[in-house]
């Protein structure tokens, strides 16, 4: 994953998002969905409190 670019690779699978990473006052923000979907969870949404979860399947049971 680079610094303004969509495209990100994990162990040589490409992946291509519609948002980038971005360096805002020497901090590095990046896609949340990039890294929960790279350490194998799940993004939930909570529209009532605005805000993500990220799940870990295999400790809820989940299926992947």
Same mark, same amino acid.
């Given at each position: 994953?680079?610094?303004?670019?969509?495209?990100?690779?994990?162990?040589?699978?490409?992946?291509?998002?519609?948002?980038?990473?971005?360096?805002? *006052?020497? /901090?590095?923000?990046?896609?949340?969905?990039?890294?929960?979907?790279?350490? #194998?969870? &799940?993004?939930?949404? *909570?529209? /009532?409190?605005?805000?993500?979860?990220?799940?870990?399947?295999?400790?809820? #049971?989940? &299926?992947?």
């Amino acid at each position: 994953m680079q610094i303004g670019s969509k495209n990100a690779s994990v162990n040589g699978v490409i992946t291509v998002f519609d948002t980038t990473p971005t360096l805002i *006052d020497n /901090a590095t923000y990046v896609p949340l969905t990039y890294v929960a979907e790279s350490l #194998g969870s &799940k993004m939930e949404w *909570d529209d /009532a409190s605005k805000s993500v979860r990220i799940v870990d399947p295999k400790a809820t #049971g989940l &299926k992947q």
